[in-house]
């Protein structure tokens, strides 16, 4: 066997081999490294209304009614609609950040692929903006995102 292994070395042809599933097997190793040392994907953002019980929606579909946990993933804004009878609707922009750890990725295509698309590459930023009733009414405000969880005051 180390006979083998001594005659495997001396070839060109089995030392590439070699050393190509040693980069690869790394590779495949590493991958994920947002996920890794960035803490992986967003967790839900919680969110109430005052009053509760707005339907909450988005233009895929029907989430439910608050309060609510809702899991978001980046790198597109989120826009979210809360409806009440008797109040104005209400549109919640959560925006997202890449993560400077997602530049670890680029060398590695398999683990920017999954960070990509299971979004730790990306993290929700801390203000979102809050309109009422039309969006081009420009009747907006920033509300904040502590600690995944906001706050929407309906109104009349």
């Known amino acids: 066997m180390r006979v083998f292994f001594k005659h495997a070395l001396k070839s060109k042809k089995v030392l590439s081999m070699l050393l190509l599933s040693v980069f690869l097997g790394s ?46 993933k ?16 209400a549109h919640l922009m959560i925006h997202h950040k890449f993560k400077i750890i997602g530049i670890l990725n680029i060398l590695f295509l398999p683990g920017f692929l999954i960070d990509y698309l299971d979004g730790a590459m990306f993290r929700i930023k801390h203000n979102a903006q809050l309109c009422y009733g039309k969006l081009s009414s420009g009747n907006c405000k920033t509300v904040n995102i502590n600690n995944d969880y906001v706050n929407v005051k309906m109104v009349h």
Do not use: H, R
């Open 27 to 72: 590779s495949f190793m590493l991958t994920g490294c947002a996920t890794l040392l960035g803490g992986g994907p967003q967790g839900p953002v919680s969110i109430k209304t005052n009053p509760e019980n707005a339907k909450v929606s988005t233009d895929t579909g029907y989430y439910g009614k608050t309060p609510i946990s809702i899991k978001l």
């Open 74 to 89: 980046g790198p597109s804004t989120n826009a979210l609609l809360f409806q009440m009878a008797g109040y104005k609707d």
